[in-house]
């Protein structure tokens, strides 16, 4: 299979039907090996590689047919910063080797600047991250679960529409939308707080 631009991947994913397959499996096939290598060497399983690069996958396709993707980078630096983001945040959360979580941290903080991504949560003061979370105990659990699975994990629709059992990724969008707007009401009250997360709602 011949390869393909960044420019010609993009035009891919936003015609969609066989120009997006060939695209995605580019895109697998540049970048997957990178990605199994660098999880393996950090403490996870081929499988792990795989699911955080669909998952990433996933996510830069939404951000492209969003319009949401600004073109800093070349995209396999942009996939892998993703994916970094991810497995980062999973051994974060299971408190598993600090070495690297610190190692990984110093890292994303200096990429931040030249990579261009959503706002991340794993970047902010941990003060900021304590008081998101218990704004987010003012809200109903199942929606708790689609903001961070969204935010936090960086989740694409597909993906939190299979984890909470929805039918598809249109049912999550529309959760998503409610919760969004649920989250909103409690920002009125801390306009600090909004203005902070202003990039992510």
Known sequence: ?????????????LEGGPA???ALRLMYRNNLPMVIAHISENNGSQEDAEDVFQETVLTFRDQVVAGTFLRRAKISTFLMSIVRRKWYNRLRRSGYNEGYVAEMK???????ESIPDMADPILMDEELIKKIEQMLLKIGEKCREVLRMRFWDQFAMEKIAEKLGYKNAQIAKNKHFRCIEELRDLLNNDPDLRNTLRDLL
């Open 20 to 22: 997006e397959e060939k």
């Open 106 to 112: 110093h890292l994303l903080e200096a990429e931040q």
């Open 1 to 13: 299979m011949a390869d393909m631009s960044d420019d010609e991947i993009i035009t891919g994913l």
